[in-house]
């Protein structure tokens, strides 16, 4: 409760200092151009407020912040600027004396002071519980990656008052570099020392350990918090909701969701439009080489799975001499006959996946995002490794984590495919609108030209 508290004495200070910092943004802007601040600029500043804060709830901007870094509280911050921003502009068009050019000063301005008072908050609450030693101390308990990750992150949480002092593990033979000692010496801590909260990490292998461990802890005062070992099953995005005061755990879920779908949608039409002019005459010089070498069609399109595993038409440029398109369909192979001259240059260089940018503008993929397979050969993985599906919860992409990690091309052992649906699923789990331009960008370098393509 203590903690929840604090966490709400941080999200008020936070909603009080950003509107501080929007207002604040428009006072420097127009004073630095000798701009009154009129009734217009002042409905900008009411518009602005009330923009960023619609915003916040759809991006749940103001939750707890424990265990999330600077930057990435920096990150959320500009984001969340930059879609208020937009939502600004009818009016700035509206009022012809207001230009983007101050606008964007407006913008520059804004994200300025709110990351200061974001670090200054962080400082002075950390200031405050170094002074006054109101920290409070916290005990982990538990073995797996799960449990070493809430240390971490209570760790980066100090500045709002946790003081984390140690992990226990459940083994005798736990690892000295990682582990401060077995739960025994945790008992002994928390029955000899003020000990304000413990966090239990469970798991299938601990579970009794866990039922004599809570009748310990219930003679004492500290608050016990339980992570159950449904968050070991780390398939895809998990979190705790509820449902009128119901607790729910989603363990299979994406972060592509409400406001996110629109930022990804955004982002996909404006990339795949721009990459569309400046390779659109590649895209005739390809069509006509296609159309000179050999017989057949430009491009070849074939039925893939797409969102929530919904069959699409995906198109390419044609690079074999056979239209293979049903229940099964056999992947290329090195020196494979099929291949025309000129498809295995663009297979090799990528070239042939040109005009799935068609399919960006059309709305049935991303540009970032899981390769889409023929229906073929989901059929068959999905039997073979576990999650396969799951990469199907957000959109087929022309890239994506796994190309840029160079498991593209061939999959001609089992143990390739399970490490492109691993980079697929982790790609899901970690999604940001920054890893897709990451990708992008490193697809410029490392996703096109490719040994391993056929």
């Known amino acids: 409760m203590a903690s929840r508290l604090n966490a709400s004495y941080v999200s008020i200070l936070q909603r009080f200092c950003d509107v501080i910092a929007i ?68 009016l700035v068009w509206f009022y012809s004396d207001i230009d983007i050019a101050l606008l964007m000063q407006y913008f520059c301005a804004v994200l300025f002071l709110m990351g200061a008072m974001r670090i200054a908050i962080r400082l002075v609450y950390a200031l405050f519980f170094k002074i006054f030693k109101k920290s409070r101390n916290v005990v982990i308990l538990g073995d797996s990656d799960k449990a070493l990750k809430l240390f971490q992150d ?23 570099a990682e582990f401060n000692g077995t739960i025994e010496d945790a008992v002994t801590l928390i029955q000899s020392q003020d000990i304000n909260q413990v966090y239990l990490v469970t798991n299938q292998n601990n579970i009794e350990q866990v039922d004599s461990l809570l009748k310990i802890l219930s003679d004492t005062t500290c608050s016990t918090v339980i992570i159950p070992e449904l968050f070991s099953y780390d398939f895809l995005y998990s979190r705790v909701e509820d449902i009128n005061g119901t607790p729910i755990i989603p363990i299979i879920d994406t972060r592509i969701k409400g406001i996110n779908i629109f930022l990804k949608r955004v982002e996909d039409i404006c ?14 010089c390809i069509a006509i080489a296609i159309k000179l070498t050999s017989k057949g069609p430009v491009f070849f399109k074939q039925i893939r799975y797409g969102l929530n595993g919904k069959p699409i038409l995906v198109y390419k440029f044609r690079s074999m001499s056979v239209m293979e398109n049903g229940a099964e369909v056999k992947q290329a192979v090195k020196n494979d006959p099929r291949v025309t001259p000129v498809g295995s240059f663009l297979r090799k260089t990528s070239l042939d996946e040109l005009p799935q940018f068609i399919n960006v ?75 897709d331009l990451k990708i992008i960008f490193l697809t410029i370098f490392k996703g096109f030209i490719n040994k391993a393509a056929y």
């Not at 749940?60 to 930059?82: P, T």
């Not at 990459?275 to 005739?284: G, K, M, N, Y």
């Open 23 to 90: 207002y604040g943004a428009l006072y420097v802007v127009f004073n630095l151009n000798s701009l009154e601040i009129t009734h217009k600029a002042m409905l900008i500043f009411l518009s602005m407020v009330s923009f960023f804060q619609l915003i916040g709830g759809l991006t749940d901007f103001y939750r707890s912040w424990r265990g999330v870094s600077l930057f990435n509280e920096l990150i959320a911050c500009a984001k969340n600027i930059f879609l208020s921003s937009l939502l600004l502009l009818p």
């Open 154 to 176: 209570l760790k980066k949480s100090e500045w709002i008052g946790f003081n984390p002092l140690g992990i226990y593990s459940f083994k005798q033979d736990f690892d000295t």
């Open 271 to 284: 990339v795949a439009s721009a990459i569309l002019i400046l390779i659109s005459p590649i895209l005739l």
């Open 361 to 435: 503008i059309i709305g049935n993929m991303s540009v970032v995002g899981p390769r889409p397979h023929a229906a073929a050969h989901n059929e068959e993985y999905r039997k073979l490794i576990t999650g396969y599906m799951l990469r199907h919860k957000v959109k087929p992409g022309i890239t994506g984590l796994a190309q840029i990690r160079g498991w593209r091309g061939e999959t001609d052992t089992l143990d390739k495919m399970e490490k492109r649906v691993e980079c697929d699923l982790e790609y899901i789990r970690t999604w940001s609108l920054l890893l």
